[in-house]
């Protein structure tokens, strides 16, 4: 590496070139970085030099990078293959598929089915059983409120569980727990998912983590060292951005305290259908892209470190949707990709975020 003294020596060498002394000493460094990859180890430390700035980056610290996919929000309808949720949904399986190297697994984020239907949910199944790697599952709303999710428990299991890969502990929340507004006038199940589904709904209660989750997750972190990575995945995000329309969870600080001791969190959720970055305290928060898809932009509390997308194009059916991944950094941090279909990737860095700084918007196209 470079001492600070001598790459500002490097750098006024390289300011006094001429135009063809530059391009040649350019064109040398390249065809060496070419031909030995100027990568350099010292102990844990991998250090690369990006040949085209001289630059050193650091690529890993001890433990083991990996990478995580999600596809998320296909609010599928029983309408077969054909029909147009259905197409993108499995346009997402087959990018993810196409990955290379593979991603280590893929997580679902939610919002499997539309209105909650059986046949939803097993069509929905169908789809994510072509995925290559192991699928782990969350629940959405609209996966839960026709049967209380008695047949999203039949096809996927426990709604809230905990894992642990490569050094880093994973947890996934049902977030979408609401108070109950339907017994009492006597609401027959389609009546209460219809009133769920609305972005808008007029008898509406704010999500929630609930008491006997966060009673769980309380005992189970108890069992995970501080300087344990975690990586939480919620469906509504885990703070409260524009409550009329839910993208809002009421226990959020509840939530946000059982994980404010630990070195390193990142939460990772859905429901929105947007890019949507935050940070509060040492929790890094990241919305996910639906397929099916985009929701604007709230008309207030937009968190500032999100750089907006930009506004889909009505015609283009997969414009604004998409799906993504995680690169989980030896540091415990992430980094969010963004795979806008039709669009230029968007990258979003725990580098960024711990900046305080939101990130350069760059073309969308």
């Known amino acids: 590496m470079l001492r600070p003294e001598n790459r500002e020596k490097l750098f006024t060498s390289l300011r006094q070139m001429s135009r063809r002394e530059f391009f040649s000493a350019t064109g040398k460094v390249a065809a060496m970085a070419a031909a030995t990859d100027l990568v350099m180890q010292f102990g844990h430390h991998i250090i690369s030099y990006a040949p085209h ?4 980056v650091e690529l890993a610290y001890g433990a083991d990078k990996f990478t995580f996919a999600y596809v998320s929000d296909t609010h599928l309808f029983a309408r077969g293959m054909t029909h147009r949720f259905a197409k993108a949904a499995m346009k997402a399986v087959q990018d993810v598929n ?83 507004y339907w017994t009492a006038p006597k609401m027959k199940p ?69 994980l404010a001791s630990f070195t390193s969190v990142t939460v990772i959720h859905a429901h929105t259908h947007q890019v949507l970055t935050n940070r509060i305290g040492n929790i890094h928060f990241h919305g996910v892209l639906s397929t099916a898809w985009p929701w604007p932009y709230a008309p207030e509390g937009l ?21 993504g991944n995680v690169d989980l950094l030896a540091t415990g941090q992430a980094n969010k990709i963004y795979r806008l279909w039709d669009r ?9 975020m711990e900046s305080g700084k939101a990130a350069t918007p760059g073309p969308s196209y």
């Open 98 to 180: 196409a990955m290379s190297p593979p991603p280590d697994f893929v997580l679902f984020g939610g919002d499997l089915a539309q209105l909650g239907q059986a046949e939803e949910l097993k069509l929905g199944k169908e789809i994510l059983d072509e995925l290559k790697a192991k699928r782990y599952m969350m629940v959405g709303e609209h996966d839960w409120y026709f049967d209380m999710g008695e047949k999203w428990r039949e096809l996927f299991g426990n709604p809230w569980y905990a894992f642990d890969h490569k050094g880093v502990h994973f947890v996934v929340l049902n977030s979408v727990i609401v108070e109950d």
């Open 190 to 258: 389609m009546e209460r998912m219809l009133f769920m589904a609305q972005l808008d709904n007029p008898k509406g209660r704010p999500f929630t983590v609930g008491e006997e989750q966060r009673e769980w997750l309380g005992k189970n972190l108890a069992q995970v060292d501080k300087t344990t990575p975690l990586v939480i995945f919620s469906h509504s995000p885990l703070y409260k951005y524009y409550k009329p329309w839910n993208f809002w969870t009421d226990d959020a600080e509840a939530v946000q305290k059982l």
């Open 53 to 56: 700035s001289f630059q050193p």
């Open 303 to 323: 968190p500032k470190l999100t750089v907006q997308m930009d506004r889909a194009d009505p015609f283009n059916q997969f414009d604004g949707c998409g799906w």
């Open 344 to 352: 230029n990737p968007t990258v979003v860095t725990a580098a960024q």
